[in-house]
């Protein structure tokens, strides 16, 4: 059995549709692993992904969904429906399940509007000043002007720590979740933050940048890719 695995991204859709088939072991998973989370580093609001043309391999390589589902249950938070008529081969994903995308399209409804901004950025000086001027603007629209000073200060941190260390080009993408704000920036380098969760030394180069987004949002955290990584941060009301 040859070990491979073809995909198909359908960008037309209310939602991303992601269809995969060939052979699902462990030496694909990888490569499905860094397709959906591709997908999902652009924050929809869901993605449906039809898996009735994979072959199981090796069993255990289903995990890879799990793993998936865990990765991202805090952002992007995406709703995650698979497709294909044998569910029992799928039960252990957590993944939302229906026959076929055309059903799991009408069970998932019209997408929301308005609420997910996404802004593609050189690493300049000022960036950070362009983004602190849409999140503000956003928030208001959103109900939510108490969380536009939290919120510039973490995108100030992410984006200053782009300019500065990774030098990519940049998408910050913002997102109305319930009673939060999401702020996440997305770029080239492979490098993920690190926070250890004590003071910096005064003498120390860096590490601010996290101490203060580590402050201020409710949870943060990173998502690595195949090309890059997903630096991400909820911002919420005190005791929420």
Not at 11 to 31: E, H, I
Request: net charge negative.
């Amino acid at each position: 059995m040859s070990s491979e695995v073809r995909h198909v991204v359908d960008g037309d859709r209310p939602y991303p549709l992601v269809r995969f088939s060939g052979v699902l072991d462990a030496t694909t998973a990888g490569t499905v692993r860094d397709v959906l989370l591709e997908v999902l580093a652009g924050q929809p609001e869901a993605v449906v992904v039809e898996v009735g043309g994979l072959e199981i391999g090796e069993p255990a390589a289903v995990g890879v969904l799990h793993d998936i589902r865990r990765a991202t249950s805090c952002w992007p938070a995406t709703h995650l429906t698979l497709c294909d008529a044998r569910a029992e081969v799928w039960g252990g994903s957590g993944w939302a399940m229906c026959r076929d995308p055309a059903a799991a399209f009408a069970a998932l409804g019209e997408p929301r509007s308005g609420d997910r901004i996404a802004l593609e950025l050189e690493p300049r000086v000022g960036a950070a000043r362009e983004c602190r001027t849409v999140i503000t603007a956003a928030c208001a629209e959103w109900g939510r002007a108490e969380l536009a000073e939290p919120a510039c200060i973490v995108v100030t941190e992410m984006v200053n720590n782009v300019v500065a260390h990774a030098e990519t080009s940049m998408i910050v993408l913002l997102a109305s979740r319930d009673e939060a704000v999401s702020v996440a920036v997305r770029d080239r380098s492979t490098v993920t933050p690190s926070y250890a969760g004590a003071p910096v030394s005064p003498t120390a180069s860096g590490g601010r940048g996290m101490l203060l987004i580590d402050a201020v949002a409710s949870r943060w955290g990173s998502l690595a890719l195949a090309d890059g990584k997903v630096v991400w941060a909820l911002v919420t009301q005190p005791g929420t």
